[in-house]
């Protein structure tokens, strides 16, 4: 859309907002998951990479001319996806570096240089210009970055959003709560514009920018593909959306209409996780390196399951110069237990080996030794 066109199209969109009046159930919104490993199968049990994007709709019925502005939208996420966060793959961008007073107006490819290794995802939207239909831009696009953890250790995320037709930028933000909830308020757009629809995508679609005074195209992609994880342990990926909408004053975000509540129809993607395996690895044993004969010693044994199924139970046998077993109910994928085991060792035993043995049902079983001298 041409900038003269453009302003053209808001001074009528602007004219037209005063007599228009939403009721509380005119919108309503839809949302729409899309997510497929992008390494390997998936499991029941262990998180795999994931490539995922989440679209938000806004809608009204036909009769009415405008939508309502987004104040806040907070999607439930599957309780099978998290966030993994890695600084040494794509380093936290620091509010020192990226904030409200950053020159938002800058575009993408300033923006993205301000904190270029920290690019974990990208996505589009389209906004309604003063909330009018026909007032259509469908050139905004948006670039997450990675803003590490909160004090509880929960992932965080920042949005820059930025349209090249309205020369206009914004940031959000967003934390994934443990029950799945990523909040995220959004900020009030010039002339209270509105957004019908928004996709965010983790590690998202690459964006070509060739429109920023840049003389060759310049790709922004999300560059950690590890970075969203899941696991499908039912079968069903459920999301579902709780969203507040409002007119604001721009640039204050001073409320000039009641707030309307609403929430989205739940979202199912059918998904297939396979049982998996396990695969249990003795790390090590700890304990009495000098025993005597018919002596009763403990050892410190540390198990680790590097497989992906949890073995229940595990069984530890110590055979060779003493004997003795203990048991742990289950150790789920991924896990490492320490377990203590007393063994007696034999009348009459030499200088030798322990044996550790670790077993389960339907895994192979492994062997660690130790050395031991008989005094």
Known sequence: MKRTALISLLAIAVLMTGPWVANAADESIAIELEAEPNAGPLYKEVYRPLD???????????????????????????GDMEFFPDPAKTPVCPPGKLNETSNLSAGVIATVALCPRSVIGTGSAVVQLAQQKFGTVTDPKFVIFNAGRNASGRPKILIYGYSKSVNSGLLMRGTLATNGDLKIDIGVLPFDSSVSSFVLGIPGDPLVITDEGNPE???????????????????????????????????????????????????????????????????????????????????????????????????LKVTGQATGSARIGKLAPGQTKEMTVSVRVAAGAEAGKLRFRASGPGVSAVTSTKRITVG
């Open 52 to 78: 995922a994007s989440l679209k938000v709709t806004v809608s009204s019925p036909p009769i009415e001319p405008g939508i309502l502005p987004l104040k806040v939208a907070n999607v439930r996420f599957p």
């Open 217 to 315: 195209p310049v790709t922004v992609k999300g560059l950690d593909p590890v970075y969203l994880r899941g696991k499908c342990s039912t079968g069903n990926w459920r999301a579902t959306g709780a969203f507040e909408l409002g007119k604001r004053q721009h640039p204050s975000g001073i409320p000039t209409s009641p707030t309307v509540f609403l929430e989205s129809d739940p979202f199912d993607l059918p998904c297939e996780g396979r049982r998996g395996k396990g695969k249990l690895q003795v790390v090590r044993a700890d304990g009495p390196k000098t025993v005597r004969t018919g002596q009763k010693v403990r050892y410190r044994v540390s198990l680790r399951n590097r497989g992906t199924a949890t073995v229940r139970p595990v069984t």
